[in-house]
């Protein structure tokens, strides 16, 4: 009996003797390093990494908002943005055991496709059974890291969600169109431009012609208190000049952007400004003056929240 004791604790003193020696073998630091490629673009992706308001919306954990600071919470690790620095934000990472930093960088991997790497370094500790509990956390953080950008990748896939709308790339429908301009020394009243839309709906009819879309609408601010302002209605045919009503060609099957928006004028110069962005981030031209296509009648909906608005923007 006493020889199968002492056989039982030599076995189990050498396990452990080994378990040690194995532990002090181990790196003293571990590198989580993940990666993930996808259709994007950078520089849209980077507006949107910006803002603290935007995490919540691809975040696969629990986002908590403090007075000064934003939590980001998952599979019992705490993220915490420290600074935003050029295709880098920089984070701190913690449990209740640990700290470590970590950096979120994007780079530009083709014209259209970008790089995600989420990474950090954790320092092990040189007791070497702590050692071992740091790796199984380092595991868990490098699974956390894979899920993160998972969900990132998915949801920066989507041009409505780069840009806050959704922009397509279409070609122009319409060859004619009836337009008639005027300057204002004030801004211009839905009354006064439905006035403009009016005169140009009775030189169609008259015309004999058909109106092939909805009205359509441009506002140019030209000084403090002057205003350019045009409006056109798609037809079947071209026609003649007339009383100041002109008739326009556009090149069918030219290429142009398309916006759909709901609600008033704030709501749509942010469409405006965000379909500009796009032009800039995929290095096209505008080639006329965009224009908005007016889906509701905004004399008979005075609630601007419930105008639907289509945004053109000519490009090559």
Request: charged letters at 20%; aromatic letters at 10%.
């Amino acid at each position: 009996m006493t020889f199968r004791l002492k056989k039982t604790g030599l076995l189990v003193g050498l396990v452990l003797l080994l378990v040690v020696v194995l532990a002090c073998a181990l790196p003293l630091q571990s590198d989580v390093h993940e990666q993930v490629r996808f259709n994007s673009n950078i520089s849209a992706l980077n507006r949107q990494l910006l803002p603290d308001s935007v995490w919540s919306d691809w975040w696969p954990g629990k986002v908590e908002r403090l007075e000064r600071e934003m939590v980001l919470h998952f599979e019992g690790f705490r993220f915490y943005i420290k600074k935003n620095l050029l295709n880098t934000v920089e984070l701190q990472v913690l449990t209740d055991s640990f700290s470590t930093p970590a950096s979120l960088t994007v780079v530009q991997d083709s014209a259209d496709r970008v790089v995600l790497t989420l990474q950090s370094t954790i320092e092990l500790d040189h007791n070497p059974i702590q050692r071992i509990k740091m790796l199984w956390v380092s595991s868990s953080l490098k699974k956390a890291f894979q899920t993160i950008l998972r969900s990132q990748s998915t949801y920066f896939s989507s041009i409505q969600n780069l840009y806050g709308i959704a922009i397509e790339e279409t070609t122009v429908q319409f060859q004619y169109y009836a337009t008639f301009t005027q300057n204002f020394r004030h801004t211009p009243t839905a009354v006064e431009q439905y006035a403009m839309i009016d005169r140009v709906k009775k030189y169609v009819r008259e015309n004999k012609a058909n109106e092939k879309g909805y009205p359509m609408l441009n506002v140019t601010r030209l000084s403090a208190q002057e205003y350019y302002v045009q409006v056109a209605i798609p037809t079947n045919v071209q026609l003649p000049e007339e009383d100041g009503v002109k008739s326009k060609w556009m090149p069918k099957g030219g290429h142009i952007l398309v916006a759909k928006v709901k609600g008033g004028p704030t709501s749509i110069a942010q469409a405006k400004q965000q379909v500009q962005n796009y032009i800039f981030d995929h290095h096209k031209v505008t080639v006329a003056i965009p224009f908005e296509t007016l889906m509701t009648n905004r004399l008979e909906q005075t609630d601007p929240n419930q105008w639907i608005t289509e945004i053109y923007f000519p490009v090559l």
